[in-house]
């Protein structure tokens, strides 16, 4: 395989910078309003691009068997950073996301690589987006965290591509967050998500697309 592109990590950070600048004014515009943008949310989730980028250097297949556990330690970058959990809330719920993600059947990440492998020949954008609705519908992949984990799996998969990463920004941010909810509230094997996933698809197909900024890769 041809060596990836790398992750323009200050690029990034500038742009998830001025989201959280102009949050409130974005807020006002979502149907469902989401939490603040804060500090240590932000500083999470660039250690999971952080992440991303290492195993990009190191060519790994996050979708390979036995490279799983990537996934599972990622959603932990976003929800605690790089320092173990402190509390024992925190550490339960470690404990119950380990247990939903390598749960069988809906939602656990045997599906999730069914999914992937299933998209192998599609344009890079619609297999991004088509992981990112599996790992966002109910039954979720994680217990918390699926927007910023499942933003980041896309990024991979769009860079692995020779793609730029996906990357919330004051443009994007909108057309984002609100299909985002739609997803979270469907069930993977309803009628509804039967009947609506193609089109969803395809809107976030062409936001990760319409989003690429090729200043957010390494030159």
Partial sequence: MAKSERLNLPAIETSLRRVQDDFDRINQTLSTPRDPLSDRVLNQLLAGYGEIDRCLAKGIDLFELGQTRELLALNGLVLWGEAEPGSEDARRQRLATEEQFYANGDGGIGELIVCHQSMAGQPVWKRAARVYIQILSQPQLYQEGNHRTGSLVMSYILVRAGKPPFVLSVDNAKAY???????????????????????????????????????????
Avoid at 188 to 216: N, T, Y
């Fill in 177 to 219: 967050f609100e299909p985002s909810t739609l997803v979270k509230n469907a069930r993977k094997h309803s009628l509804r998500m039967l009947l609506e996933r193609p089109k969803l698809a395809k809107r976030f197909a062409a936001l990760v697309r319409d989003s690429a900024d090729a200043r957010h890769l390494r030159h």
